[in-house]
C-alpha cells in the first residue's frame, strides 16, 4: 500500500502560539553513512514516515514552567523527598543504601574537575549530586532563575515533563518526530544547519574548547544560553542540538535500530520500541532523550547532531536536561 503523509498544514488549524509547523515526510531515522562521529546505537539508520505536526520552536523556558506551576501546585521529581525503596530497585542487587544525607531531594550539576582527566569514561569526574537543585534553583539552593526566565527548564525529569504536556494540552515528541524536524528539510543533514561542523559555534551553544577542563565560550555562553540565541533551522525551530537535551516520549531500547532495519519496512508514525533495555544498565527503565547539550564536544560525545541519542532513566534529572512539546493534528 501507499504511504500517505499530511505534509501540509490543514488550513483550517492555526499555528499555536510559539509552535511552528513541521510538514510530514519519508526519511532515514538514524546515522548518516558520512557521519564521522556516529555511535552504535544510532546504527542502523531505518526508513520512516511521519505525518505533519506543530512542534515547540523552542525549549520550554523558566516562564513557561513556572506558570504551569503556579495553576497546578506540581512539584518535580527533583523536589520530593527520596524514596529508597523505589530507587534500588533500578540498581543492583545489593547496592548498600547511600547516607541520609545524600538521599535528600535534589539533582545532578555540573562541576569542573580539578585536576586532569584520564579516563572520559568516568563521568564521576564532572558530575555531583546537589542537594537542594531543581528548576528554581539550577545551581544549587544558593541560586535561583530571577532573569533567566527565557532560559530552558532544566532538571526535569520524565514525568515533569509529561505533567506539563497534559496540562498544555500536548505531549513529548516521538525519537522520530523530533529527528525529522531537526533536520529541518535537509534529508542528508548531519548537522540542522547541514553538514559543516565548522559553523556550529555561531549555530549552537556547545562545548568550545577540551572537555571538560577548558570551556573557552567561544560560541558566546559557557553554561545555558537562552532559548533562540542562536539562528533557527530552515523549519524555524531554534536549539535543536546543543544548550539542553530534551525528552521524547520513546523507551530507549538497545536493539530497536536493528529490528527496525531487518523488518525492510517503512512504519508509519513510529513510537518507538515496546521496552527498554540497556545492556549496560539493565535495571532501570529509560527513555530516549536527543539533541545533546552545552556540554557536547567532539573529543567526548559529539551528540549535537540529529541522529545522536541517549538513555536516561525516568526519575533522572540533570542540569543539562528539559523539553520541548508537539502538537499533533491527527
Known amino acids: 500500500m501507499p504511504i500517505s503523509v499530511l505534509v501540509k498544514k490543514p488550513d483550517s488549524i492555526e499555528a499555536p502560539d510559539g509552535m511552528v509547523w513541521i510538514p510530514g515526510g519519508i526519511f532515514k531515522q538514524g546515522a548518516l553513512a558520512s557521519d564521522p562521529f556516529a555511535m552504535d546505537h544510532e546504527r542502523p539508520p531505518h526508513t520512516v514516515a511521519v505525518d505533519g505536526f506543530f512542534l515547540d520552536a523552542t525549549e520550554v523556558t523558566n516562564a513557561e514552567y513556572a506558570r504551569f506551576v503556579e495553576e497546578t501546585g506540581y512539584v518535580t521529581v527533583a523536589e520530593r523527598p527520596i524514596d529508597w525503596e523505589k530507587m534500588k530497585k533500578q540498581l543492583p542487587p545489593g547496592t548498600p543504601k547511600p547516607h541520609d544525607s545524600v538521599l535528600q531531594p535534589g539533582s545532578l550539576l555540573f562541576k569542573m574537575p580539578e585536576r586532569p582527566v584520564t579516563n572520559l569514561n568516568d563521568y564521576s569526574q564532572w558530575w555531583e549530586w546537589k542537594v537542594g537543585a531543581n528548576w528554581r534553583h539550577p545551581q544549587g539552593p544558593e541560586s535561583d532563575i530571577e532573569g533567566k526566565e527565557n532560559h530552558p527548564v532544566v532538571h526535569i525529569a520524565y514525568e515533569d515533563a509529561v505533567a506539563y504536556c497534559e496540562w498544555a494540552g500536548r505531549r513529548l515528541p516521538t525519537e522520530a518526530e523530533w529527528e525529522w524536524a531537526a533536520k529541518g528539510g535537509l534529508q542528508e543533514a548531519i548537522f540542522p544547519c547541514g553538514n559543516e561542523k565548522e559553523i556550529l559555534n ?129
Not at 231 to 245: I, K, R
Not at 293 to 298: D, G, K, P, Q, T
Request: net charge neutral; charged share 20%.
Open 202 to 330: 555561531k549555530r549552537a551553544n556547545t562545548w568550545s574548547g577540551t572537555f571538560p577542563m577548558n570551556n573557552d565560550a567561544a560560541d558566546g555562553f559557557e553554561n545555558k544560553a537562552p532559548v533562540g540565541s542562536y539562528p533557527a533551522n530552515e523549519y524555524g525551530l531554534y536549539d535543536m542540538v546543543g544548550n539542553v537535551w530534551e525528552w521524547t516520549q520513546d523507551w530507549y531500547n538497545a536493539n530497536y535500530y536493528e529490528e527496525r532495519a531487518a523488518a525492510n519496512d517503512t512504519l508509519m508514525n513510529p513510537t518507538g520500541p515496546a521496552s527498554a533495555l540497556n545492556r549496560y544498565n539493565p535495571y532501570a527503565k529509560e527513555k530516549v532523550i536527543k539533541g545533546g547539550s552545552f556540554l557536547c564536544n567532539a573529543n567526548y560525545c559529539a551528540s549535537y547532531r540529529v541522529s545522536a541519542r541517549m538513555a536516561n532513566s525516568l526519575d533522572s534529572a540533570q542540569e543539562h536536561l528539559g523539553f520541548r512539546t508537539v502538537l499533533p493534528v491527527k
